[in-house]
């Protein structure tokens, strides 16, 4: 509902959003580079603050990556409000080029996701 020109849906395919659970990222055609991102939740720390995620299927998998986790800490600032810092952690296919233009791209949108979300 945030973003409703990139995400067209959500679908749970085990557990209700926390540890263990496995959902699906359905996109619109405006992500031109995967129509999907099944992830698994592996690990929820309120008191930290830090949500940890498994890219399982879809996404970059298969076609530049063999393998994606990611981090999301958040750190509050005492003007109120808070900082996240996202740390992806992957492994390239052999071969595979990875343009960093194209990643700055990504690192953008997912800045201007985030203010969407607030």
């Given at each position: 509902?945030?973003?409703?020109?990139?995400?067209?849906?959500?679908?749970?395919?085990?557990?209700?959003?926390?540890?263990?659970?496995?959902?699906?990222?359905?996109?619109?055609?405006?992500?031109?580079?995967?129509?999907?991102?099944?992830?698994?939740?592996?690990?929820?720390?309120?008191?930290?603050?830090v949500y940890k995620?498994?890219?399982?299927?879809?996404?970059?998998?298969g076609k530049k990556?063999?393998?994606?986790?990611?981090?999301?800490?958040?750190?509050?600032?005492?003007?109120?409000?808070?900082?996240?810092?996202?740390?992806?952690?992957?492994?390239?296919?052999?071969?595979?080029?990875?343009?960093?233009?194209?990643?700055?791209?990504?690192?953008?949108?997912?800045?201007?996701?985030?203010?969407?979300?607030?």
């Amino acid at each position: 509902k945030v973003l409703p020109g990139f995400f067209s849906s959500v679908t749970f395919f085990q557990g209700d959003g926390g540890v263990g659970t496995i959902k699906q990222f359905n996109f619109t055609p405006a992500n031109k580079d995967f129509s999907y991102a099944k992830e698994r939740v592996d690990e929820i720390d309120e008191d930290k603050m830090v949500y940890k995620y498994t890219t399982i299927d879809g996404g970059p998998l298969g076609k530049k990556l063999s393998a994606l986790n990611c981090e999301l800490k958040f750190v509050p600032r005492k003007e109120g409000g808070c900082v996240v810092i996202w740390i992806c952690n992957y492994e390239t296919l052999p071969g595979a080029q990875l343009d960093e233009g194209r990643a700055q791209e990504i690192k953008e949108h997912s800045g201007a996701m985030f203010k969407k979300i607030e």
